[in-house]
């Protein structure tokens, strides 16, 4: 075994894959099905290499997204199904979703919408670590709303198929707090790794509009419509928009308190904001109309 995951390294190296040992221990250990843990005990008993495990790592060094291999992503507590068809959660939304629990676990049965959820990650974090949460979430691409459905039903959450520039309209003014992150990437702009290139869906990555934000207005509009006043609104967006985001937030006249926070790697990666009294979440600008929004 150990052979093998040495060759399976190299492979994998020499394809530009960011962490070949890790990753060929993991497709090890899921052919076996077991935990890494226990497949790096197992490799000290001389047990042999899995079937298959060669051509699972090929694919790996297509660069085939390690998930789509497994199935399976893990975030925060939670161990969520993915595959083709939905965006593979990234470690640095966690810290996006954690300022989202840290708010709402101050709140007495909060109501917390997740706008664009793509597989989950976020609304399955938020009903896994808030007690007596009441978690929503919003998502359009019927592929990316089946891996949703099946990752959201063990957590009780409202799962509902829709745009996120129009979600919840009878719902206005009921949330606690909307966190979103949606689509951000600009129209022009390639992914410089293939497994996002090559294998995320294209409406799960690009914002719209030269900026990318189009849909980050749209989800900014909505989560004004949606909060009560008070209402806490936190959105992922790149590092570089972190000062637009910031501005269009506040010349919208719907938020105070305005906030940039930065991920584990200390790059600005969300925007906070809370709810003034006015009921008008409408933007100084006039961005083309989302009609999609998955992440």
């Known amino acids: 075994m150990e052979d093998a995951l040495r060759a399976a390294e190299q492979q994998l190296?020499?394809?530009?894959?960011?962490?070949?040992?890790?990753?060929?221990?993991?497709?090890?250990?899921?052919?076996?099905?077991?935990?890494?843990?226990?497949?790096?005990?197992?490799?000290?008993?001389?047990?042999?290499?899995?079937?298959?495990?060669?051509?699972?790592?090929?694919?790996?060094?297509?660069?085939?997204?390690?998930?789509?291999?497994?199935?399976?992503?893990?975030?925060?507590?939670?161990?969520?199904?993915?595959?083709?068809?939905?965006?593979?959660?990234?470690?640095?939304?966690?810290?996006?979703?954690?300022?989202?629990?840290?708010?709402?676990?101050?709140?007495?049965?909060?109501?917390?919408?997740?706008?664009?959820?793509?597989?989950?990650?976020?609304?399955?974090?938020?009903?896994?670590?808030?007690?007596?949460?009441?978690?929503?979430?919003?998502?359009?691409?019927?592929?990316?709303?089946?891996?949703?459905?099946?990752?959201?039903?063990?957590?009780?959450?409202h799962l509902t198929q829709g745009d996120l520039a129009t979600?919840?309209?009878?719902?206005?003014?009921s949330f606690d707090v909307v966190v979103s992150n949606p689509p951000y990437i600009p129209v022009g702009a390639v992914p410089v790794d293939p497994e996002v290139a090559e294998h995320d869906p294209e409406e799960a990555l690009y914002g719209g509009g030269m900026d990318g934000l189009d849909l980050p207005r749209a989800a900014a509009t909505t989560a004004a419509r949606l909060l009560g006043p008070g209402g806490y609104f936190v959105m992922e967006h790149a590092e570089t928009q972190a000062a637009d985001v910031a501005d269009f937030l506040e010349r919208m006249g719907s938020w105070t308190a305005v906030t940039t926070h930065q991920d584990l790697t200390d790059r600005d990666r969300a925007t906070s904001a809370v709810r003034n009294g006015e009921r008008s979440g409408r933007i100084p600008t006039t961005p083309t109309t989302p009609t999609t929004g998955t992440r």
């Open 13 to 157: 190296r020499e394809a530009g894959v960011p962490s070949p040992r890790v990753d060929a221990e993991l497709l090890a250990a899921h052919l076996l099905g077991v935990s890494r843990g226990r497949l790096q005990a197992l490799v000290l008993t001389g047990i042999p290499a899995p079937e298959g495990f060669e051509e699972l790592v090929g694919e790996r060094a297509a660069r085939v997204p390690l998930q789509h291999l497994t199935g399976t992503a893990f975030f925060r507590r939670v161990e969520l199904s993915v595959g083709p068809g939905v965006f593979v959660p990234r470690p640095e939304t966690e810290s996006v979703a954690q300022l989202a629990i840290d708010r709402a676990l101050g709140m007495e049965r909060p109501r917390i919408v997740d706008l664009g959820t793509g597989s989950g990650a976020i609304a399955a974090a938020i009903a896994d670590e808030v007690p007596g949460a009441e978690v929503h979430a919003v998502e359009l691409s019927e592929l990316a709303l089946a891996w949703a459905a099946r990752n959201l039903e063990p957590f009780g959450v």
């Open 167 to 173: 979600a919840l309209p009878e719902q206005d003014g």
